[in-house]
């Protein structure tokens, strides 16, 4: 038997109006935003957040816990994990900071300032969420639900792989074809979207390039390494567009229920392009380990900028996650304009 609750910011119901008071996140602190017992799974998380801060949606790290780990099995700034954030803007007697992209997917939505997410999230013993303000200021107005149902019984639980998701960045290094060879095969020095150990299946990624210099930078292949693979990719493809599902580079912006394109940055490659793909009807399995790459470009050929977030289920325990950089080593790539706020950065 299953029971449906929903967890909101706190609120009171004044002549059936909802007047919702406000969650405040303060400065290098963690809230919990739910704490359920027992068996349960997250069906729906939705927020909208006002924050001072130009870069609120890379200083607050979303992380999830399941079956009272106390390692999280998600950690994301929330921008990432929502699809968002990767770009700077400055309109003038508007907003300065991160730019909320709007968009849509089947199991995320981004609609202005709303940010939603649909995957479903299972746990056996007990499912935490948590938010951590790694920023200066106080964020004195967070809204949320998290809807999700209980169940009486746990035993059909435990054959239910846990959400998982991570965040990774990395400033690539160019390898010349002189090094390289022109050729690629164990995909050393790829982009890693994540890497796991025990059995489950890989869901997705979101994944952010900044062109560096101008060019295509989309000529790198994905390559996933499957149960151990080392030597060569157990899956490999044609090209990053081709995973993402396009063809003949990105044309224009697009969103599809399980892949998009959906921010476009300068038609010459360089500046901030984000693209996504959900492997709902086509997960990658793995019964042992998965190491889920790509290339950043021929053979690692591009030095640019990945930001990535990886969603995948596994049984646990898993893998430690990969450490995630310091607040100020994870702001969007518009260097000028992080320079320009320089003294306003936490350290």
């Given at each position: 038997?299953?029971?449906?609750?929903?967890?909101?910011?706190?609120?009171?119901?004044?002549?059936?109006?909802?007047?919702?008071t406000?969650?405040?996140?303060?400065?290098?602190?963690?809230?919990?935003?739910?704490?359920?017992?027992?068996?349960g799974?997250i069906?729906?998380?939705?927020?909208?957040?006002?924050?001072?801060?130009?870069?609120?949606?890379?200083?607050?790290?979303?992380?999830?816990?399941?079956?009272?780990?106390?390692?999280?099995?998600?950690?994301?700034?929330?921008?990432?994990?929502?699809?968002?954030g990767?770009?700077?803007?400055?309109?003038?007697?508007?907003?300065?900071?991160q730019?909320?992209?709007?968009?849509?997917?089947?199991p995320?939505?981004v609609?202005?300032?709303?940010?939603?997410?649909?995957?479903?999230?299972?746990?056996?013993?007990?499912?935490?969420?948590?938010?951590?303000?790694?920023?200066?200021?106080?964020?004195?107005?967070?809204?949320?639900h998290?809807?999700?149902?209980?169940?009486?019984d746990?035993r059909?639980?435990s054959?239910?792989?846990?959400?998982?998701?991570?965040?990774?960045?990395?400033?690539?290094?160019?390898?010349?074809?002189?090094?390289?060879?022109?050729?690629?095969?164990?995909?050393?020095?790829?982009?890693?979207?994540?890497?796991?150990?025990?059995?489950?299946?890989?869901?997705?990624?979101?994944?952010?390039?900044?062109?560096?210099?101008?060019?295509?930078?989309?000529?790198?292949?994905?390559?996933?390494?499957?149960?151990?693979?080392?030597?060569?990719a157990?899956i490999?493809?044609?090209?990053?567009?081709?995973?993402?599902?396009?063809?003949?580079?990105f044309?224009?912006?697009?969103?599809?229920?399980?892949?998009?394109?959906s921010?476009?940055?300068?038609?010459?490659?360089?500046?901030?392009?984000?693209?996504y793909?959900?492997?709902?009807?086509?997960?990658?399995?793995?019964?042992?380990?998965?190491?889920?790459?790509?290339?950043?470009?021929?053979?690692?050929?591009?030095?640019?900028?990945?930001?990535?977030v990886?969603?995948?289920?596994?049984?646990?325990?898993?893998?430690?996650?990969?450490?995630?950089?310091?607040?100020?080593?994870?702001?969007?790539?518009?260097?000028?304009k992080?320079?320009?706020?320089?003294?306003?950065?936490?350290?």
């Amino acid at each position: 038997m299953a029971w449906n609750h929903s967890v909101k910011s706190p609120e009171e119901n004044i002549d059936g109006f909802d007047r919702r008071t406000r969650v405040e996140v303060k400065a290098n602190s963690t809230v919990t935003l739910a704490e359920i017992h027992g068996a349960g799974s997250i069906r729906h998380i939705w927020f909208t957040i006002n924050s001072p801060s130009p870069f609120h949606l890379r200083e607050l790290v979303l992380r999830m816990y399941w079956d009272g780990e106390t390692e999280p099995s998600v950690e994301v700034p929330v921008g990432d994990f929502f699809g968002t954030g990767f770009e700077y803007e400055d309109v003038p007697g508007a907003h300065r900071g991160q730019k909320y992209q709007s968009w849509w997917s089947l199991p995320i939505t981004v609609q202005d300032r709303a940010l939603n997410c649909y995957f479903e999230m299972p746990f056996g013993n007990g499912g935490r969420v948590t938010l951590t303000n790694d920023g200066v200021p106080d964020v004195p107005n967070l809204y949320f639900h998290i809807d999700y149902q209980e169940f009486s019984d746990a035993r059909g639980m435990s054959n239910k792989g846990r959400f998982h998701a991570q965040w990774r960045r990395q400033v690539t290094r160019a390898f010349p074809e002189s090094e390289s060879g022109g050729k690629n095969v164990d995909g050393k020095n790829n982009h890693v979207f994540m890497e796991a150990t025990g059995k489950g299946q890989f869901v997705g990624t979101i994944l952010n390039v900044f062109g560096l210099s101008t060019g295509w930078w989309g000529e790198g292949d994905d390559m996933f390494f499957v149960d151990g693979e080392t030597a060569r990719a157990t899956i490999n493809g044609t090209g990053m567009e081709d995973y993402f599902n396009n063809a003949w580079m990105f044309q224009k912006e697009f969103n599809y229920p399980f892949i998009g394109y959906s921010q476009q940055g300068n038609r010459d490659w360089t500046g901030s392009h984000t693209m996504y793909r959900f492997h709902i009807e086509d997960s990658i399995y793995f019964r042992k380990s998965l190491r889920a790459t790509m290339e950043h470009g021929h053979a690692n050929d591009r030095e640019d900028v990945y930001t990535s977030v990886a969603f995948w289920y596994q049984t646990e325990p898993h893998q430690e996650l990969f450490p995630l950089s310091p607040v100020n080593q994870r702001l969007p790539n518009a260097l000028w304009k992080i320079q320009e706020l320089e003294q306003n950065l936490p350290n």
